[in-house]
DNA sequence: CTGTTAGCGCCTTCAG
DNA sequence: CTGAAGGCGCTAACAG
């Protein structure tokens, strides 16, 4: 059995308060009692019960963390940042992978994390009635990825004018029959990233005149794999786009595996634009809409501790910015003679 | 404030015991009466607080993670997949980022799962003052990714065979000036990984007869811009290679970057491989050495889930499989007329 | 500056 | 089958 703070009270010759109060650098204990009590606990390799200690006092020390998949680059980068950030802060991090429809629908149901966490941070963008559940928590709530929501302080991109950057790029290659993929509109789980690119890339095909062809859209469930069915989906449309606006850089990295495997050389025959600028997407030379990843987790982690402090004029929303990086998997459309049109 | 046992027992009209023991499903209650006690407690949404019952029970029903760095796409993917089975079960997952030296020296000297967890999955190798310490819990322990360990159950594949698969894959190619990508083998964290894939290289080049040539070897410090220093530095060879194994796929990655960068192609003028089977080897065709990353986590988590529930014969060591995969990185030396020498 | 007295919310004996 | 008592290990008011 390992030591409790009375054992270490006896070794000193104390009571368990002062014990208490000197090991969490509360005053009220002379320094040489401190000390000595520090000593003597390290000695015994005494450490509090977390379990205990947040029974008693209310606070846990711990952040819940939600996230749809931290297999997934993007999210892995930003619970990685925000883990550094909460770690350093003395919080522990506990993780739940909300990526399927049932273990999704039981967190919101059981809320696991309840007395558990101070502080709840997800990934996800929680629909009205899970954004509620967790109000009724009562703790600091914050989202990363998304935009604005009462209750929650959050930070994001402007998912629709990024899109915009990656289409307009096309339009002013020259291309004019531009795809797209994507993911539903009515995903399963609610999230409106998708959403919010669509309307950006059907923003920039109103303003250039282009008329939208529902056949130049897919689906690429915002995976490599899916991205790859998605292009190949699109190569069998009767008029084959010019380009392709890939909502994610993994589902660009899927549909240019799909183009190599029909022999399309990138961007001679197809370009094809990313979204996120993945660690990798420089090696493969994809064109993005370039986002600071890990800045989310580490903004919302920051935010999240200072509303922990209760620290005033915590901003409620922090947008992030976007930025378009022009590698080797676009060009002007062979048609055009220049891409210069605006 | 959110419902304790005590308002359940009180609208319900028994005592509290009664309804914990109706709630978890113990017998020594009337159906009929716990039926009700659950409606009473779905209605009062009361969820029993688990600090306070793992403190009476001493039971945590959560699981300690010790992973490098999640943000990695092999780190993620076994934490993912590991979640998956844990959280199937009940636990929750508690993660600690110890990429860090001192994020890791803290963590072991504090210790902070010490009475937070009943059982802990780690990502990285201990060293054995670390494996001590942890072995102190008394809990089931558990490291992926690595050798059998006395006080732990691990699952791991077969490095120095991989290294030697990848290698003879070369030499079979009719390469003799084969490089290597790997890391110092006294890195500051304590990582067995690199020492066994640089001898499964050196085991292959003395079986082929090659001289070792130190010039041929550098650090790539497990990265994809490590890996691409590293492979701007072999280019600087008197000879440089005409083949490099990369001990990952990300430093494999990163090499292709700056082969790329130096109008080098692949792999007529260098052929490379990889290891591990990242999800992107298969967009940029590289030649790698697979190994089935989720099934760390699974089996890891399964085999504690197994030792938490005191089953007998839990094998302590796992071995998972690798396999080359011949994708387009690598191909005949050009000197050679044919692949085959073996 | 330090000790005492009560709990935090639940589970686990033990009686009935 | 059910209830009462005690305690898990710690912290927070109070006293002094």
């Keep these: 059995m390992a030591a409790s703070i009375i054992d270490v009270a006896q070794a000193v010759g104390v009571s368990p308060s002062t014990v208490s109060r000197a090991l969490r650098g509360r005053d009220g204990v002379s320094d040489e009692l401190r000390v000595r009590i520090i000593a003597v606990a390290a000695d015994l390799g005494y450490t509090a019960s977390r379990n205990a200690s947040s029974l008693a006092s209310g606070r846990t020390c711990s952040i819940g963390v939600l996230a749809p998949y931290v297999g997934r680059w993007f999210f892995g980068t930003v619970v990685d940042a925000a883990e550094r950030v909460f770690s350093a802060a003395g919080y522990d991090l506990l993780l739940y992978n909300l990526g399927s429809v049932d273990s999704r629908k039981r967190f ?5 994390v309840r007395k558990r966490v101070d502080a709840i941070l997800s ?15 009562g703790i600091p709530l914050a989202i990363t990825v998304g935009g604005p929501r009462p209750g929650f302080t959050t930070v994001g991109i402007d998912d629709r004018a990024g899109a915009e950057l990656a289409t307009r790029h096309l339009v002013n290659l020259g291309h004019r029959r531009i795809g797209r ?4 509109p009515s995903a399963p789980l609610y999230w409106t990233t998708p959403d919010l690119r669509r309307r950006g890339y059907l923003d920039v095909l109103v303003d250039a005149g282009i008329p939208h062809d529902p056949d130049l859209e897919a689906d690429g469930e915002y995976t490599v794999e899916g991205g790859e069915r998605a292009m190949t989906r699109l190569l069998t449309a009767v008029r084959p786009p010019t380009a392709v606006f890939a909502e994610s850089d993994e589902m660009a990295m899927g549909a240019l595996r799909a183009l190599r495997a029909h022999r399309l050389r990138v961007p001679e025959d197809i370009a094809i ?7 990798l997407a420089d090696v493969v030379g994809l064109t993005t809409v370039a986002q600071p990843v890990a800045e989310h987790g580490t903004q919302a982690a920051s935010l999240l501790l200072r509303l922990l402090r209760d620290d005033t004029d915590v901003p409620d ?4 910015p976007t930025h378009l990086i022009v590698r080797n998997s676009t060009a002007p459309h062979r048609g055009s003679l220049h891409g210069g049109i605006e």
């Design 317 to 320: 929303h922090v947008e992030l």
């Design 181 to 184: 993929i994507g993911t539903q």
């Design 273 to 279: 634009v990313g979204f996120d600028d993945h660690e």
């Design 108 to 112: 919101f149901a059981e809320l696991p």
């Design 123 to 137: 990934l996800l963008i929680p629909t009205e009635d899970e954004a509620e559940r967790l109000r009724s928590l």
